[in-house]
């Protein structure tokens, strides 16, 4: 296992400048999807708070991805970037998708959007709540480190309630044109990419316990 971690590393740093210029590339196409999807799709931006209310939604959605893979494979990314601008860019990327979150909440109640939709849209504030709480929690880590941990996982199930809600009543989603087709799309490949990404961690996490605990058997046995 140790062995082909440390292939893997040096394949990584070998390739560093085409793996990163390869992340870039798919940062941006991913930044620039929500606007494109919205802008194409039929009507464009011709209303101008419900083509906002779509975008917001795709950013907070986008943003929100792009913290948890950050944060979940942190340790793949610190290979090819500086850790500490990989760890900026997880916490931007989450208040970032908390404020877009934020602002598309507010259109949905100033426009009652919500009416006619299903109790499904009640996902959308849970959500933003429990967002506020696990930024919170981040932003004060040192001083809540004893809960941050716990709290901090609570960002995967947001991941997946803003998921389900998008594809049960979202209007990018569940339309019949183009664009809907690819944004569906996108966010399974979104879904599969995050579940990768905790993958990786745990089986991280895994390893580092194995590691720890055959070291402590092995102080056993050389003490006995």
Known sequence: MAAQAAMKKKFLLRYKKPARVLVLVLALAAISAPALIVGLSPGGFSNVS???????GLYAFTLLFMSIVTGAARTQFYMIFKPKRVYNFHIAAGV???????????????????????????IGPVTLGLLVLTIYVALDKRRLAHVWRAIHIINY?????????????GTDVRTIDTTAHVMRVIMVAYVVIAAGAVGLRLRGIAERRNRARGKEEHGRIATD
């Open 157 to 169: 199930a947001i991941f997946v309630g803003i998921f389900i809600k998008a594809m049960t009543i």
């Open 50 to 56: 419900f083509s906002a209310l779509r975008v917001l």
């Open 96 to 122: 970032l998708g908390f404020g877009f979150a934020l602002a598309h909440g507010v259109i949905v109640l100033v426009t009652k959007h919500y009416v006619g939709h299903s109790g499904i849209w009640v």
